[in-house]
T-cell receptor, first 113, second 113 residues
Framework: DSGVTQTPKHLITATGQRVTLRCSPRSGDLSVYWYQQSLDQGLQFLIQYYNGEERAKGNILERFSAQQFPDLHSELNLSSLELGDSALYFC????????????FGPGTRLTVT | GQQLNQSPQSMFIQEGEDVSMNCTSS?????WLWYKQDPGEGPVLLIA?????ELTSNGRLTAQFGITRKDSFLNISASIPSDVGIYFCAGRGGIQGAQKLVFGQGTRLTINP
């Protein structure tokens, strides 16, 4: 158990809908990262937050957004969903300073039908 | 986005055999990491390497940070059934940014008893 929690574990929704994925980092970690893992792709970095502020952005679509709240939990919002958005979405957390490693949550499996 | 070249993509071995996999990149990294992912779970950190030439062990696992900073390998000795899973290398730092992780495509390890 990494100490990172993600909810829900599974999500099935229709095209065009909007969903919110939630992540609670390990106790004391200030940084949260979101990754997407599709069947034929590796883990793709989406976005990082550090202590409530966006720190780095990767290959995140404009239809996706994220935020980190004062209690340090984070939410990833996916809107106007398409079939191709079906994937595993992982959250990871770290203490935030370079040199502190990322620990991953169990993931949310999103299926868009 | 940039990805690492990880090989082999898959391995089928007998229990007790040694395993070797590697990752190469066209650009340098400051940190190399190796993760293992079991089906339906998030990646779990196995080994972190911070210095070119560094050789680090974790039980039956040994990993090295290449001298050029563009490659890394992971060896597993005397494989056992619980070693089954997907192994990912990840690089951090360099031109990609201080904390963003870039992942390889994974090596799927299957063990015949």
């Amino acid at each position: 158990d990494s100490g990172v929690t993600q909810t829900p574990k599974h999500l099935i929704t229709a095209t065009g809908q909007r969903v919110t994925l939630r992540c609670s980092p390990r106790s004391g970690d200030l940084s949260v990262y979101w990754y997407q893992q599709s069947l034929d792709q590796g883990l793709q970095f989406l976005i990082q937050y550090y202590n409530g502020e966006e720190r780095a952005k990767g290959n995140i679509l404009e239809r996706f957004s994220a935020q980190q709240f004062p209690d340090l939990h984070s939410e990833l919002n996916l809107s106007s969903l398409e079939l191709g958005d079906s994937a595993l979405y992982f959250c990871a957390s770290s203490a935030g300073t370079p040199g502190y490693e990322q620990y991953f949550g169990p993931g949310t499996r999103l299926t868009v039908t | 986005g940039q990805q690492l070249n990880q090989s082999p993509q898959s391995m089928f071995i007998q229990e007790g055999e040694d395993v070797s996999m590697n990752c190469t990149s066209s650009s340098i990294f400051n940190t190399w990491l190796w993760y293992k992912q079991d089906p339906g779970e998030g990646p779990v950190l196995l080994i972190a390497l911070y210095k070119a030439g560094e050789l680090t062990s974790n039980g039956r696992l040994t990993a090295q940070f290449g001298i050029t900073r563009k490659d890394s390998f992971l060896n597993i000795s005397a494989s056992i059934p619980s070693d089954v899973g997907i192994y990912f290398c990840a690089g951090r730092g360099g031109i990609q940014g201080a904390q963003k992780l870039v992942f390889g495509q994974g090596t799927r390890l299957t063990i015949n008893p």
